[in-house]
């Protein structure tokens, strides 16, 4: 497949902390008044709907290793999200053999998704970024580490999982998504009621959803919303214990740094 736009995103919260983490463009929207015909009986402009973005898309520059990844292996290891009226994505066809698989959403560079891929290789991983250099990255990790069950998305990941059937997926990482701080910007937020619902519909009985952050009130609003869907049940009486698995990323060591703590949500589907 042809990379359809080599665009960089980065993504940067209110707190100065750099996110590329979310690989999200929440196709929910809001009304907004624009300029255009209007009925004969009306000069009222129609409203029409725009999409809530849950990232800020920003460029950035890549290493020459990083592009000749990009040149060599994003035909291979990479794709672009379907578009919407296309056929569902064939997880099997697309990993080559018929294994759980694993929803990154925001593999960020790709260092704790292709860690964890090499430590459990019986699981496919399936990234989804949107932040160009971060996807070279994970595919020259891919490459140096002979890494055969990891694929790369580039695009909107509510998209993609739209595009996937019920019941696809083993889990679903959401590791430091991006906090979105101010009032007025939480409904940019990721971890919301109609987006668990999507991903919980997706994953298999019994399936995991495993939701990180370093932002205590949005660890609260995360608990609060994946508690309030009837369909996941809480594996733990509140946070999780951080679990071995769970390889350190870099917010994580940048919240060490600033002494701020690290929620872990790891959720079932009943």
Known sequence: MILSSRVAHHIRSDRGVAYSRVAVT????????????????????????????????????????????????????GLTVPEPAGSPLDLADLFGRRAPVVLEIGSGMGDATAAMAADDPSRDYLAVEVHTPGIANLLDLV???????????????LELVRGLPVDALDAVHVFFPDPWPKTR???????QPAHVALLRSRLTPGGTLHCATDWAE?????????DDDPGLVNAHPGYAPRPAHRPV?????????????????????V
């Open 218 to 226: 949005y660890a609260e609003s995360m608990r609060r919303t994946l």
């Open 26 to 77: 929440s196709t929910d929207h809001e009304p907004a008044a624009v300029a255009g015909p209007s009925p004969a009986t009306s000069s009222t402009p129609v409203p029409t709907a725009i999409p809530i973005r849950t990232f800020h898309p920003r460029r950035g520059r890549m290493t020459g290793r990083q592009l000749d990844a990009m040149d060599q292996l994003w035909p291979v290891f």
């Open 143 to 157: 490459r140096r580490h002979g890494l055969g069950n990891v694929r790369i998305v580039e695009g909107d990941a």
């Open 249 to 269: 990323t870099k917010f994580e060591r940048r919240a060490r740094t600033a002494s701020r703590d690290v929620f872990d949500l790891i959720y079932h589907r």
């Open 185 to 191: 910007h939480h409904k940019r937020r990721l971890i």
